[in-house]
Structure formats: structure tokens, C-alpha cells
């Protein structure tokens, strides 16, 4: 049987968690749970000075929120690079002594100078190798790779991609100050932390033949590659900033739903069939690396609220009010105490909102009494006859013994019947008094939710401004 699957996130601290950087985690934390492998969460902090703690703790924030959980790793100490500088001057010495790695002491003037003259000629820099030989007991240390040949990347998302040794150089491992270089931390971390699969970036895969070769150099086997395509705008070009928001905060923030967002992302260059909708557990089931697609994926936003839409209209109740309570305390707005009542306020906007942030907006008057009735059908509605109606139905629903929808509705249709009026006549003007809206969730419905208390204030505040209006 093979080896148990190890994987790892390995982000740079150096920003927020950007939808590309969540989707490589999520194709690795699925591919760990498909075969019951093991997730680890690595911090590569070596670009100290674009390195912060706090975008440490955001990105921790931001995989959490997704539910993305890790089985190793950060803050466990041991796994920031930063913590791990003895492991790779070990490995640096390691290659010093066995001949693989040696000392250039090469001024940075000269290499400046070489690496402009090879632009002039239209070419990508490589180092000349002069120090190969010199046994130079200081400087950068740098991998002496073989000059023939050519090192293939069997990718499992683009097959094999061929690199020949011409076009790449002896790069370096270590500077000459003592820091190791980023490929050269990610190598010994790999090998180090056990990993089986590398699941990155393709913008990562120019460096792959370079760690491969120093896989090599250590005697290491080389792990299973994958390179996951870029994340593209609508005008194909990698998504940027440019393009609206690309941080997971800035989603979760607008009230996306984390099932979605996983969703979403998921489906994002992978496919199963025609397929859309995927619960977690089915996502973790259908999972193969092999079905993710090489080219780029087109970050699409409507596609997003569609889902999200979705589960907000299929999640359990009792969970949506756990989303949404959050929400409604950031609107400044206090959710009721019974959470039977707040989730049947719930159920009446969950057909419509495409976020959390949308749910809030539009059951605003559940959480508070209008401040303000609508400019345009106030003097339509709110007249001396509308003051009459209002009445009318204060009366009606002030005598109900049972505060229902059921019995809101009978009463209300017994007194237009009476006044030989349509259900529209009053259903608006009710609607007006109670959420200051044209439009809401069914009128009989929002009075029963609001309750008999609330309901006739609204209803009596609503005659008053008419009154006075009229
Ligand atoms: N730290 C790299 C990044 O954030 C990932 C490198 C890797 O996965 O090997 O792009």
C-alpha cells in the first residue's frame, strides 16, 4: 500500500488569505481528507521584512472560517520557517561536504553587470559557474546542478513539463549573509515535514526543476507535484485587486456563506460531471487531483451568489440564525431573544438574499420600527383614509384571541370584505405602517412575527403620522 498522504499550506505572511491561496488549501485539505492523509498548516516567514503576525493571525481566521482544519502545524511551534534556520544551515552543510553545494564569492557588481548584459542580449541570466571549482571555504552557497541533461516535472495536472538543464543555473541556497533562499527552505521543509504531494500555485513551476535538483542533491526522493492554475478576472488576466475584492475576510465581511465560498472555490478549475452543488462530505468523497483543470479558471462572482443563495435558502434554521446574529449586532440592530421567532423571521427573507450582509438589510424592520415610511407611497397611502383603514384593522387585530399568521390573515380578508375593498388595498397600507416598505416577506406573516405588541405599535404610530399628514 502507498505511503498515508501528507500535504501541506505553505502561505506567505506577507497579506491576507486571497482566493487563490484558500483554493490551493482546500484542493489540499480535500486531498488529505479523500484519502485520510494528513493537512499541515506551514508559515514561510523568511521574507522577514513583508512578513507580519498579523496577517499570520488572518490567514489562520480566514481558514478556519472555511472550515479548512489542519492536522499539524502552525502555531504548533516548528513549523514557521523562521523557527527552522538550524534545520537548514544542517542541510546547506550537508551538501557543502558531499560536494553538491559550494562557496561563490562572485562581487554582487559583477553579477549585476552579467545579468544586464544577458538582458541585452535578450536572454535570462544564468550564473556562469565561475566558482565551481575555486574551493572557496566562504560566500553564497550555491547548488552545482549537471549541464547536460534535462529535469522533468511529471506534474499531475499538466503531465510533463521538461526543463533542460542549459536554461537553468547554480542558484543559490544560502546568501552570503547566513539566510537561506525561499526554494531552498521549501525543500528541506518538504522533505523535512514528510511531505508526499506538493499542491501550489503554477506560478510556482518555473521552480520546481530547481528544487527538484536539490531534492536530488540530498539523496531525497522527489514527492507527487501539482501545479493549480491562477485564479483569472472576467478579462482573463490574474486576478487582482483590479478586480473587486480577492481576500476570503472581504467575502466572509459581505456575508458570504463558508459552505458556498468551499463550494465555489472548489469548483473553481475542478469538476465532477456537470455537477454545482457539493456538500463538504461529497466534495471530500469526489475529490481527485487528476480532475482539476491546467488551464485558468475565471473568477466568477455571480456564480458565487448563486450558490450562496442556495444554501441560505437549504441550511438548517437554527444555523442560519447563527450566521446571521453576528450580522444583525454589526447593523447595529439586536436579533429577538426567542430564536424560534428570529428563525421564522429567517425562513420569510431566505428566499431572496444572496448574503448575510443582503438578509439583514432587507428584514431591517424585524429588528427595528421604521424610522421613515417610503417618500414615494406615503402621501399615496398614509392619507385621511388611509388613518381611517389603519384603524379599522388596529380594531380588527386588537379582538384576535391567537396572534397567527392564520388568524391575522382571516381577520384582515373578513374587513375587506366588509368594505368591499381588494386584499391589496390594505395589505399595502399595513405593509407601509409596519416596515416603511413597499416590499417585504408576506404581510400576514411579518405581523404575526413581530407579534401583537409591536404589530398594533407600528399599526398606531403608522395611523398617527396620517393623521397628522392628512
Ligand atoms: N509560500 C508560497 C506562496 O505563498 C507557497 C510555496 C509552495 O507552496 O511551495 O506562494
Known amino acids: 500500500m502507498a505511503a498515508p498522504i501528507r500535504v501541506r499550506f505553505a502561505p506567505s505572511p506577507t497579506g491576507h488569505l486571497h482566493v487563490g491561496g484558500a483554493r490551493t488549501a482546500l484542493f489540499n485539505w480535500l486531498l488529505a481528507r479523500h484519502h485520510r492523509g494528513t493537512f499541515i498548516l506551514r508559515i514561510e516567514d523568511t521574507d522577514r521584512s513583508r512578513s507580519t503576525d498579523d496577517n499570520i493571525v488572518a490567514i489562520v481566521d480566514a481558514l478556519r472560517w472555511l472550515g479548512l482544519d489542519w492536522d499539524e502545524g502552525s502555531p504548533t511551534p516548528g513549523y514557521r520557517q523562521t523557527e527552522r534556520l538550524a534545520i537548514y544551515r544542517e542541510h546547506a552543510e550537508r551538501l557543502l561536504r558531499s560536494g553538491r553545494a559550494y562557496y561563490c564569492d562572485c562581487p554582487p557588481e559583477l553579477l549585476d553587470r552579467e545579468r544586464a548584459a544577458a538582458q ?29 541533461g534535462a529535469t522533468v516535472v511529471n506534474d499531475l495536472i499538466h503531465g510533463p513539463v521538461t526543463f533542460e538543464h542549459t536554461q537553468l543555473d547554480d542558484w543559490i541556497l544560502v546568501r552570503t549573509d547566513g539566510t537561506p533562499t525561499y526554494n531552498f527552505c521549501v525543500v528541506v521543509d518538504d522533505v523535512t515535514m514528510g511531505i508526499t504531494h506538493v499542491v501550489r500555485g503554477d506560478d510556482h513551476l518555473s521552480n520546481t526543476p530547481k528544487q527538484i535538483l536539490c531534492y536530488e542533491a540530498l539523496d531525497y526522493a522527489v514527492p507527487e507535484f501539482a501545479h493549480v492554475s491562477m485564479i483569472l478576472g472576467k478579462d482573463r488576466s490574474r486576478l487582482s485587486k483590479r478586480h473587486g475584492a480577492t481576500s476570503v475576510q472581504a467575502f466572509r465581511d459581505a456575508g458570504y456563506v463558508a459552505d458556498a465560498m468551499v463550494n465555489y472555490l472548489a469548483r473553481l478549475g475542478w469538476s465532477h460531471g456537470d455537477q454545482e452543488v457539493f456538500s463538504r462530505a461529497e466534495l471530500v468523497e469526489l475529490f481527485d487531483i487528476k480532475d482539476v483543470a491546467s488551464s485558468g479558471a475565471v473568477f466568477d462572482v455571480t456564480k458565487l451568489e448563486w450558490l450562496s443563495q442556495h444554501y441560505l435558502k437549504t441550511m438548517d434554521g437554527r444555523r442560519l440564525a447563527e450566521l446571521v446574529e453576528p450580522f444583525v449586532r454589526a447593523a447595529g440592530l439586536t436579533p429577538p431573544p426567542d430564536l424560534a421567532r428570529f428563525v421564522g423571521m429567517l425562513d420569510t427573507l431566505r428566499e431572496r438574499a444572496k448574503t448575510l450582509v443582503e438578509m439583514v438589510e432587507q428584514g431591517r424592520f424585524y429588528f427595528e420600527a421604521p424610522s421613515a415610511y417610503d417618500a414615494k407611497a406615503a402621501p399615496k397611502l398614509l392619507t385621511a383614509e388611509g388613518a381611517r383603514r389603519l384603524g379599522l384593522v388596529i380594531e380588527r387585530l386588537e379582538g384576535l384571541g391567537e396572534f397567527t399568521t392564520a388568524a391575522i390573515e382571516r381577520a384582515v380578508r373578513a374587513l375587506i370584505d366588509e368594505l368591499g375593498l381588494k386584499l391589496v388595498d390594505l395589505a399595502q397600507l399595513a405593509r407601509l405602517a409596519v416596515t416603511g416598505r413597499t416590499a417585504s416577506p408576506p404581510i400576514f406573516d411579518v405581523l404575526a412575527l413581530l407579534g401583537p405588541v409591536e404589530s398594533l ?5 403608522a395611523r398617527e403620522f396620517a393623521e397628522r399628514a392628512a
Do not use: M, N, V
Not at 457 to 461: E, I, S, W
Open 120 to 148: 541585452q542580449r535578450g536572454e535570462t541570466f544564468r550564473y556562469s559557474g565561475r566558482c565551481r571549482d575555486r574551493g572557496l571555504p566562504a560566500g553564497a552557497l550555491r547548488l552545482r546542478i549537471p549541464t547536460t
Open 457 to 461: 405599535a407600528r399599526l398606531r404610530r
